[in-house]
Nanobody, 122 residues
Framework: QVHLVESGGGLMQAGGSLRLSCAASGFTFSRYAMAWFRQGPGKEREFVAAINWSDDSSYYSTAVEGRFTISRDNAKNSAYLQMNSLKPEDTAVYYC???????????????WGQGTQVTVSS
């Protein structure tokens, strides 16, 4: 059974940093691209970042590029999202997702976690 469990969310002041983790189980993690999405209050779910399984290439939304870094550790079956220079508009529930394809921007990922709340105060 597939599980993706996010952790690391919380309340942070603007300008601060948080690191989200996504622990995966139930599939061959090293052969799956991983992504982070977020859904702010009253907003649709949006793509944040993705990292490929084959060469660790990554892609970011323009909203977070230069501030967020996605990474993975295949030995730990985990993906991460380092979030720096946080802004109030980064407030959202953050979800990790997995797919055999390296999908950019689209939410058509096979597996999803339950999400972790990130709140950034001004």
């Amino acid at each position: 059974q597939v599980h993706l469990v996010e952790s690391g969310g919380g309340l942070m002041q603007a300008g601060g940093s948080l690191r989200l983790s996504c622990a995966a189980s139930g599939f061959t993690f090293s052969r799956y691209a991983m992504a982070w999405f977020r859904q702010g209050p009253g907003k649709e779910r949006e793509f944040v970042a993705a990292i490929n399984w084959s060469d660790d290439s990554s892609y970011y939304s323009t909203a977070v590029e230069g501030r967020f870094t996605i990474s993975r550790d295949n030995a730990k079956n985990s993906a991460y999202l380092q979030m720096n220079s946080l802004k109030p508009e980064d407030t959202a529930v953050y979800y990790c997702a997995a797919d055999t394809e390296f999908l950019i921007l689209t939410p058509d990922y096979d597996y999803w976690g339950q999400g972790t709340q990130v709140t950034v105060s001004s």
